[in-house]
């Protein structure tokens, strides 16, 4: 009844304005790095593959496996400080504007919080765009603006007109919890903001004030809406799916793409500090598949880039999509092209990586650029193969999310 009237929230606010660790079948048999299909083999005989004697997981779920070309497209970068040990070339920055939210996510934050930078060694305006224009100017193509919460920072417009200005950017997208993006949003298109990600966990919204230990349920829905009449198309809904919390509402959230332009993201719940991470809360993408098909007959496999993190699906004749992304079960760390920046000038080169480099130390010490690319193309090159493992990553030191940036 809950889900019902959450749903018809959300129809009345678009009117108004367990588990074993999986193992990748289609690798293991075919001997594949990518997480793809074999040549000329479809989805569906990738489905039958998880059964195989090869597979050594003890139970299995019905899954599927990208068509992937069989030459994957080459990019032309201009330096390569962004191509790590194994050919990986980077074109995708990730920005933490800030590592304050307006939320306290259980998956995002730890209960008693965490102890936030000074604001002096957090990135000024001019540090981040100078930063942003070093990796512009080398082949990153396309910047997300993440946080803590990037709607919060009282620059953030002039921060995306000036990053939407640089040559060479072809998409400037931010991941936002939407509680005050209705209100900026009009502006932040205007300043170039051209893609969108808004989170939301539940459908329901006591479901909600739990999860996120704050109010605001009707102001995300508001957000997903206004987005889409701006003309976001589509506009990504990010929802981690967690057992016992809202895996229950996974075909509730299909709903949601019938008649709109959404993209649904179901993510892994992924283990960071603080956000006591266990195997039994996980919820593998086969699983969330299963449940798609159970009641949506007519689910189909798009065709993925070969760096995208999201395994993507259409429901016959609905207006939006569903994707899955699968960084526990299924990792997508063959075409992985993103780096990250941190709110405090720290670089990443991978989320689940403990190593970090300061960029903002150097910059306040006044290297030049050739400088801050010898540190940047270094750190990029020590990027390992493919990260450790969700066991592992959950037994290895790193920050909450609430630091690295979502």
Known sequence: MMRRCALDLVRRCSDSRRT????????LRYGYKQNNCPPHRGSDECASTINSPSCSSSQSYA????????????????????IDSFGRFHNYLRISLTERCNLRCQYCMPAEGVELTPNSNLLSHDEIIRLADLFVSSGVDKI????????I????????????????????????????????????????????????????PAKFEFMTRRKGHARVLESINTAIELGYNPVKVNCVVMRGMNDDEICDFVELTREKPINVRFIEFMPFDGNVWNIKKLVPYAEMLDKVRQQFKDVRRLQDHPTDTAKNFKVDGHSGTISFITSMTEH??????????????????????????????????????LELKDIIGAAVKRK??????????????????????G
């Open 153 to 204: 920072r009282k620059d953030i417009e002039d921060i995306c007109l000036h990053l939407s200005s640089l040559k060479g950017l072809k998409t400037l997208a931010m991941t936002t919890n939407g509680i005050v993006l209705a209100k900026k949003l009009p502006k932040l298109k205007e300043c170039g903001l051209s893609a969108i990600n808004i989170s939301l966990d539940t459908l329901v």
């Open 144 to 151: 997300r603006l993440t946080g803590g919460e990037p709607t």
């Open 332 to 369: 997508f760390c063959a075409g992985c092209n993103r780096l990250r920046l941190l709110a405090d000038g720290n670089f990443k080169v991978c989320l689940f990586g403990p190593s970090e480099v300061s960029l903002r130390d150097p910059l306040r010490a006044g290297v030049d650029d």
């Open 384 to 405: 390992k193969r493919a990260h450790a493992g969700m066991f592992d990553i959950a037994k290895t030191a790193n920050r909450p999310m609430i630091h690295i940036g």
């Open 20 to 27: 074993n660790y999986l193992v990748d079948a289609c690798r």
């Open 63 to 82: 899954t599927s496996c990208a068509t992937w070309p069989d030459t994957q497209p080459r990019e032309n970068p201009s330096s390569d400080m962004l």
